[in-house]
């Protein structure tokens, strides 16, 4: 049995989702995997990748639980949250970044680490905290490049959608948002 961890931010976690447990996007990738994988869904909301952030990402029972579980693939996601303003610093967040992907190539089962960028932030209200300049010049690229350092596969899910008709808040897939980023995981990744 492949085990399969989904690593994220509220996206992951399936916010705005009812029913996220059928319908979130790891709960999708399971049903498109099948048998012979174990996907499991180590999303938190409002987490960040930086290790000083309002919600860091490492601070939290997911993260613990992601690394305890020794995952044979893990699908990295974070980066949304880390475009608000009092969270955003490129040279901390390449920094952390490194490390939170670090901590799980380190671990006994060797797992192979993807890197997806986040989907498109719309801002849909003037008062989002959410950046969308920052995430498509800044988490983007900065993500990008620690996947070439490392030689990782990286997946940009930026233009995944084309508007806000399938987040209607501006951020959150809805369910089928959700089942288009399962889907194009499931076609990007080597299961």
Same mark, same amino acid.
Request: with cysteine; glycine share 6%.
């Given at each position: 049995?492949?085990?399969?961890?989904? @690593?994220?931010?509220?996206?992951?976690?399936?916010?705005?989702?009812?029913?996220?447990?059928?319908?979130?996007?790891?709960?999708?990738?399971? %049903?498109? $995997?099948?048998?012979?994988?174990?996907?499991?869904?180590?999303?938190?909301?409002?987490?960040?990748?930086?290790?000083?952030? #309002?919600?860091?990402?490492? +601070?939290?029972?997911?993260?613990?639980? +992601? $690394?305890?579980?020794?995952? #044979?693939?893990?699908?990295?996601?974070?980066?949304?949250?880390?475009?608000?303003?009092?969270?955003?610093?490129?040279?901390?967040?390449?920094?952390?970044?490194?490390?939170? @992907?670090?901590?799980?190539?380190?671990?006994?089962?060797?797992?192979?680490?993807?890197?997806?960028?986040?989907?498109?932030?719309?801002?849909?209200?003037? @008062?989002?905290?959410?950046?969308? #300049?920052?995430?498509?010049?800044? @988490?983007?690229?900065?993500?990008?490049?620690?996947?070439?350092?490392?030689?990782? %596969?990286?997946?940009?899910?930026?233009?995944?959608?084309?508007?806000?008709?399938?987040?209607?808040?501006?951020?959150?897939?809805?369910?089928?948002?959700?089942?288009?980023?399962?889907?194009? $995981?499931?076609?990007?990744?080597?299961?």
């Amino acid at each position: 049995m492949k085990k399969v961890a989904c @690593v994220g931010d509220s996206i992951t976690w399936g916010f705005t989702i009812v029913n996220r447990g059928k319908y979130s996007y790891p709960a999708v990738l399971q %049903q498109l $995997l099948g048998e012979g994988f174990e996907v499991r869904n180590f999303g938190h909301n409002d987490a960040a990748a930086r290790f000083d952030a #309002d919600t860091p990402y490492v +601070s939290k029972k997911a993260y613990r639980d +992601s $690394l305890a579980w020794e995952p #044979d693939i893990v699908l990295l996601m974070l980066g949304t949250n880390d475009t608000k303003p009092w969270n955003w610093n490129p040279g901390i967040f390449r920094e952390d970044y490194l490390r939170l @992907v670090e901590s799980y190539l380190a671990l006994p089962s060797h797992p192979r680490v993807v890197l997806v960028a986040p989907i498109r932030i719309f801002k849909l209200i003037p @008062v989002t905290i959410l950046n969308p #300049d920052v995430l498509e010049e800044g @988490v983007r690229p900065a993500i990008r490049d620690i996947a070439a350092q490392l030689h990782l %596969q990286f997946i940009d899910l930026y233009d995944l959608f084309d508007s806000a008709r399938l987040c209607r808040d501006g951020v959150h897939p809805q369910r089928d948002g959700a089942r288009l980023l399962a889907e194009a $995981l499931f076609r990007a990744v080597e299961f």
